[in-house]
Structure formats: C-alpha cells, structure tokens
C-alpha cells in the first residue's frame, strides 16, 4: 500500500468527497461505500454516496443506504452538482469507469482526485491513488487495511463494522468461497469487536426472501435447469417472460447460480438472463476453472477466476447455443 501517505495527506484537510460505487451495487459495494462514507465524516469531510443504479431491497438496513443518491433521470442533476463540488471521488469496488455504467462520463470529466479501492483484476490505470489488492475477499477487507494504515481503526464503529462485515460476508457467500483467507475470518473477528451484530446481518442478507423469489426458484430449478453432466456444467437461463411473469426486482436471480454449483460433480455453472437490451451471464466455478478469463474472451466481461460476469448481444437461445460450445470447447479443464 503504498499511496496510504498519499491517501493521509490527501485527507488531512477537510474535502469535499463523493464516494461512488459500481452499477447494480451489491453488499460489498454499498457496505464498503458506506462504512467509508461513515469513516470520512467522522474526520469532517463532507461525503455523498452516490450509485449508478439502484441497490436491492435487501441491503436497504444498512446504515447510511437511505441517503445515497441512486444516478437515475430524477437525481442526475442532484448527482451532477456534488460530482462538480468534489475534490475527491473514491471509486469503491470497481476497476474500471465503465461499471458507472450511465455515470461514466460525469466522473471521468470532473477534476476531482480519483481514488480507486477495489479487488477485481485491472487493466489500465484511470484513478491518481489505486489501492488493489485481488487477494482480498471483498474490497470490505482491504478498506479494512486502509483504515488501519491510515491509522483511523478506531473511529470504527458498530455502523461502520456491519457495512464492511456485511461486505466481506456477502462477497464470501458467507465466508464459503475459496476467496476466504484467515485474514478474512480476521478482519470479520475484529468487526465483531469493533461492535458488528453478525446475527442482525444473518438476517437480513440470508433470511430475508419473498416467497415470490422461493417460488421462482421453484419453478427455475424445474423448468429453467440445464445440466451438462458430462462436462460438469450445470446453467439456468432466464426469459424475458419469466422476469414478467414473476415481477422479478433487482436481486431476485441473485444467489440461482450458486444453487447451480451446488449440484454434486459440477464445477461450472452459470445463469444467463434475458434483459431488456441484452443477454447477461453470471459465471461461477470451483476449483481452477478460469470463468474470469472466459468470460472476457466470449463476453466481454470479467471478474474474479472463480465468479464474473459478462453480456452478449444474441439472442437467448444464440447465447444458450455459444455457452454450450464453450463448455465443449473446454472439456479437459472441466472434467480434470
Ligand atoms: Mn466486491
């Protein structure tokens, strides 16, 4: 880390600071905005959390969510003045301005300082001050580190704890992925100290479920499940009718595709999903299956080895049609 004295003199003035998030914010992205927005405001700078697209309903306890400012048509100019105003802006959880989706050109133009926090594999430099670190589970943990290395751990309080706790658990799968280290579960540990009420984030990250959601899964696991036994492969698809069908919301197909990788013998999985103006794909793997770099050569996309992302531009069937010949392609490292 070694901008953290750049980070230290950066801060010793009370600034203006947005602190941005990516596109369809999950829990480490919104945890670890907020618990930073938290932090800078105990230091007496004047912070907004501003995302590109709304966060779901699940992560709305968190404290600080109600406050952030969700980039749509009616916020934009709210959005736009406090980008103008910063001198700062933290680019938390993402490695690229593009996950700004509609946000991009707004931050990109703004003279502001950019500082990036983030653990995802990166490719070009965009920010003045990058703190990257692709071991850390969750950008939660490394902001974590910052804090100490900036000396500010004790300003952590039961607030600020359960917005990074609730981004290490829920980028973890609930410290279950192989991205788990004993410095996560050390990192959590101190959280817990600092005051985080890990039975309180328990329920609302794990058991806080519509019954719609259960009933489409329901339905998915019988009529929208793929399996590929002979490649390891299981994947859903999902329609764009499906998503009328059950009023899906932001959130309701998340966690499909672990249910996918459950499945005994399965190392590859996948859910491929009907948007309005595309095909999106969740990838997750076990073991030394590299869907980061599939997804970036046959997506567009990226991410961690063992989760990422990407989209295509076919239609669903064409999408099913090339994903299935990836898997056939890669044969040898799915049955290895
Ligand atoms: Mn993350």
Known sequence: MEDISALKALLS????????????????????????????????????????????????????????????????????DFLKKADVIFCVDFPTLCRLNGMEAMVRETTATKVVIDHHPNEGEFAALAFRDTTSAATAELLYEIFEGLGVQDLIDKDIAECLYVGIMTDTGSFKHATTTAKTHRIAARLIDHGADITKATHWVCRNNSLNKLAFLGFALSHRFVVLKEYNTAYFFITAEDYKNYALETGDTEGLVDYALSVRNIAFAATIKEKKDCISL?????????????????????????AAGGISQLTLAETVAKFEDLVKINKKTLTN
Do not use: C, M
């Open 13 to 80: 003035t009370p600034k203006h600071i947005v602190v941005t998030v990516h596109h369809r914010p999950d829990g480490d992205a919104l945890g670890s905005g907020l618990g930073l927005a938290a932090l800078l405001r105990k230091q007496q700078h004047q912070v907004q959390v501003i995302a590109p697209s709304a966060y779901p309903d699940f992560l709305g306890w968190l404290p600080g969510a109600p406050d952030v400012i969700v980039f749509e048509k009616k916020n934009q100019q709210k959005a736009s």
């Open 282 to 306: 969740s990838l997750r793997s076990s073991g030394e299956v590299p869907v980061n770099l599939w997804a970036k050569e046959h997506f567009g996309g990226g991410g961690h080895k063992n």
